[in-house]
């Protein structure tokens, strides 16, 4: 069965310092896409950053970046700058659908599976 | 990034009582959406994946009499938590993959059973 293990249950980290999350999952599919979300008090579900696991270079989204370290299976994610509106739940996610090689994943509606989270908490 | 309601975003019942939640894609038609429960301090729980013209399809261990789920059109799927108890009071929230499988999210649904 697949997992998605996130290691760290809470974090904390002064405003405008950097932080890493980490997270590991475990998948035979060969091409996939793997997420970040976050989920604030609200409990809104919001999309952080995707990364294509057939592409090498790592997925940037302005403050936020992942390092996808592929054969490791480990796709941790990196804020900088932090903010005070960073503070939240960071559940990483992995899917289970698996794609055709030599190719970009064309994508089906298939399942996704969340780790456990780790609740980041920003310092002022 | 899509838009996903889902209505009510709160609701109190008695137990016993039934209550249907919708969720509604309105930036794209969805074959498929997902339910998941959410306890307090913990992730999502995949309850069952919603499909479009068939059943759905439930996860080891989720009752699909108990909540049933009618995925009525392209953009409307239901979750109806039939014969409610307190152990069901918790956050439901549903999902839309988009082509890529991207998972957008509605803003979720507190039950609280009393």
């Known amino acids: 069965a697949q997992t998605v293990t996130q290691s760290q249950p809470e974090m904390s980290v002064q405003e405008a310092e950097t932080v890493t999350l980490s997270c590991t999952y475990d998948t035979s599919e060969s091409d996939y896409y793997l997420f970040w979300y976050k989920q604030p008090p609200s409990r809104q579900m919001i999309l952080v950053i995707r990364?294509?696991?057939?592409?090498?270079q790592n997925a940037t989204e302005n403050r936020f970046s992942v390092n996808f370290q592929k054969a490791a299976k480990s796709f941790s994610l990196k804020i900088s700058d932090s903010q005070l509106g960073d503070a939240a739940m960071y559940f990483c996610?992995?899917?289970?659908?698996?794609?055709?090689?030599?190719?970009?994943?064309?994508?089906?509606?298939?399942?996704?599976?969340f780790g456990k989270g780790t609740r980041l908490h920003i310092l002022p | 990034g899509a838009v996903v309601s889902q209505h009510p975003s709160r609701v109190i019942c008695k137990s016993g009582t039934s209550v249907k939640i919708e969720c509604r894609s309105l930036d794209f038609q969805a074959t498929t959406m997902f339910w998941y429960r959410q306890f307090p301090k913990q992730s999502l729980m995949l309850m069952a994946t919603s499909n479009e013209g068939s059943k759905a399809t439930y996860e080891q261990g989720v009752e699909k009499d108990k909540f049933l789920i009618n995925h009525a059109s392209l953009t409307l799927s239901t979750l109806t938590v039939t014969s409610a108890h307190p152990e069901d009071s918790s956050f439901y929230i549903c999902?839309?993959?988009?082509?890529?499988?991207?998972?957008?999210f509605g803003p979720g649904t507190r039950l609280t059973v009393l």
């Open positions: 999902s839309v993959p988009d082509p890529t499988d991207t998972q957008y």
């Open positions: 990364q294509e696991a057939y592409k090498q």
């Open positions: 996610a992995s899917p289970g659908a698996s794609y055709p090689t030599g190719g970009p994943p064309r994508g089906r509606d298939d399942k996704i599976i």
